[in-house]
């Protein structure tokens, strides 16, 4: 299934578990964990580290979280400002996680 992914270094990820709220919502980036992933297109201008949109972000070693939480009511808005600072990039979770089992 295709949809939009932040993509998160673990330094990244740590942050934005740091706002989680005590009793939730919570976030918590999955590790992308298929051998070969390949890279994406940021597709966010506002990214720190990718001021222009349209950069390639390498997928290895990185963790994704869901860009439809910054549009969901019960996550934190300081939790959503933080998020729309890190690039997104519609991804293939057949691509970027390994099969289960």
């Given at each position: 299934m295709t949809q939009d992914w932040f993509i998160l270094t673990g330094a990244e990820r740590t942050?934005?578990?740091?706002?989680?709220?005590p009793g939730g919502p919570e976030i918590d980036p999955r590790a992308v964990d298929n051998?070969?992933?390949?890279?994406?297109?940021n597709l966010n201008p506002d990214a720190t580290n990718y001021p222009d949109?349209?950069?390639v972000v390498a997928l290895v070693g990185k963790?994704?979280?869901?860009?439809r939480i910054v549009n969901d009511v019960t996550y934190p808005a300081d939790m959503k400002t933080y998020l729309l600072t890190?690039?997104?990039?519609p991804l293939d979770s057949d691509t970027i996680f390994a099969p289960a089992g």
């Amino acid at each position: 299934m295709t949809q939009d992914w932040f993509i998160l270094t673990g330094a990244e990820r740590t942050a934005a578990m740091a706002y989680n709220p005590p009793g939730g919502p919570e976030i918590d980036p999955r590790a992308v964990d298929n051998a070969s992933p390949g890279v994406a297109i940021n597709l966010n201008p506002d990214a720190t580290n990718y001021p222009d949109g349209g950069e390639v972000v390498a997928l290895v070693g990185k963790y994704v979280a869901p860009r439809r939480i910054v549009n969901d009511v019960t996550y934190p808005a300081d939790m959503k400002t933080y998020l729309l600072t890190l690039p997104f990039a519609p991804l293939d979770s057949d691509t970027i996680f390994a099969p289960a089992g």
